[in-house]
T-cell receptor, first 110, second 114 residues
Framework: GQNIDQPTEMTATEGAIVQINCTYQ??????LFWYQQHAGEAPTFLSY????GLEEKGRFSSFLSRSKGYSYLLLKELQMKDSASYLC???????????FGAGTRLAVHP | DTEVTQTPKHLVMGMTNKKSLKCEQH?????MYWYKQKAKKPPELMFV???????INESVPSRFSPECPNSSLLNLHLHALQPEDSALYLC?????????????FGEGSWLTVV
């Protein structure tokens, strides 16, 4: 079966750091993506991990452990505009098929 | 430039209507996708085209008919839809379908079936 779990909602304070976790159990694994989606808008690409370890991109970092079926997205120096849903997606099988988790709604408050 | 453009942004159609959603990218990508997203749910894959050939159909009802006229264009023809088909339809593209190819999404078409 295919199962991707993320917390439903998180809240954080402006300027703080937040970590959004994602665990997965899929029949195949060829990489994990994180997307940001503001309400009513399209998902925008944040990061990609295919090997174990940390990938850093400015205020955003993503970590992957394939043996544990685990990833996290780390957001630093939070800004109000970071309030959005964060989607974890696993590439499983051929033809770049992505399976999305239900998403984590992050609310950043002053 | 990672732009995927979709038209129309909003569409309201009756259950007996025939309409189409259109998608265009000029990034030279050879893979294009249709996803469906219901409110507060994640996107769900519908179709994948690779080099203008249909590669994946996720058991989508025949009232949805995809078409890829060329490598830059992707259409979704709609006919005899049901109210439960109301959703955000997202088009996406990627350079290819191999490992490491990032999928870039368009802004979506909001469809309401009445």
């Amino acid at each position: 079966g295919q199962n991707i779990d993320q917390p439903t909602e998180m809240t954080a304070t402006e300027g703080a750091i937040v970590q959004i976790n994602c665990t997965y159990q899929t029949s195949g694994f060829n990489g994990l993506f994180w997307y940001q989606q503001h309400a009513g808008e399209a998902p925008t690409f944040l990061s990609y991990n295919v090997l174990d370890g940390l990938e850093e991109k400015g205020r955003f970092s993503s970590f992957l452990s394939r043996s544990k079926g685990y990833s996290y997205l780390l957001l630093k120096e939070l800004q109000m505009k970071d309030s959005a849903s964060y989607l974890c997606a696993v590439r499983s099988g051929g033809y770049n098929k992505l399976i999305f988790g239900a998403g984590t709604r992050l609310a950043v408050h002053p | 430039d990672t732009e995927v453009t979709q038209t129309p942004k909003h569409l309201v159609m009756g259950m007996t209507n025939k309409k189409s959603l259109k998608c265009e990218q000029h990034m030279g990508h050879r893979a294009m996708y249709w996803y469906k997203q219901k409110a507060k749910k994640p996107p769900e894959l519908m179709f994948v085209y690779s080099y203008e050939k249909l590669s994946i159909n996720e058991s989508v009802p025949s009232r949805f008919s995809p078409e890829c006229p060329n490598s830059s264009l992707l259409n979704l023809h709609l006919h005899a839809l049901q109210p439960e088909d109301s959703a955000l339809y997202l088009c996406a593209s990627s350079q290819g379908t191999g490992v490491g190819n990032t999928i870039y999404f368009g802004e979506g078409s909001w469809l309401t079936v009445v």
